[in-house]
């Protein structure tokens, strides 16, 4: 072996015992990279499930505003061919006027969709509002709230 050769090889002894610890210095990068991705990762999910709930929220706002006016909340969005970010104002709020305009124009075209009116007639009365008044009782004749009923068949 010529001294060329265990200078090489002592060289590359050094440079691995030298690369073994960097490797460990990487390992940690590594370690770090993996847990900064994964926490990333959750944090991606955790806002696609806030943004998706948030949506449900808006949506449902939106179909009560219309429910005040439609039978069927759900027929706006199908019938007008609006988006949820439609209804939403510059700050991301439902927007009730944009909300009632719509309805307002779904309801001049099929004015059948329109909320059910009460199932009673006004004219013949709401099913008796006042109480009929009590039998009399013994009580109520001492008290002399009620008249006595047998002065009257006299």
């Known amino acids: 072996m010529s001294t060329q050769e265990t200078t090489a090889s002592i060289l ?8 073994g610890s960097t490797d460990s210095g990487t390992d940690g990068l590594r370690e770090a ?6 926490e990333r990762d959750a944090s991606r999910q955790e806002l696609t499930a806030a943004q998706a709930r948030i949506e449900r ?10 429910g005040e006016y439609l039978a069927m909340p759900g027929d706006l969005f199908s019938l ?37 009116a009460p199932a ?15 039998e009399p009782s013994l009580a109520a004749m001492i008290k002399g709230t009620v008249a006595d009923p047998w002065s009257a068949r006299r």
Request: aromatic share 4%; glycine share 14%; charged share 35%.
């Open 33 to 38: 990279r993996d847990r900064y991705r994964t």
């Open 120 to 134: 009673f007639d006004p004219t013949q009365g709401t099913g008796g509002g006042k109480p009929k008044p009590g």
């Open 57 to 66: 929220m808006q949506r449902a706002e939106v179909e009560r505003v219309a």
């Open 12 to 19: 590359d002894s050094e440079g691995n015992a030298a690369g």
């Open 80 to 116: 007008s061919g609006n988006e949820l970010a439609d209804y939403l104002d510059d700050d991301g709020n439902v927007d009730p006027e944009k909300v009632t305009t719509d309805v307002a124009a779904v309801l001049t075209e099929r004015p059948g969709l329109r909320k059910n």
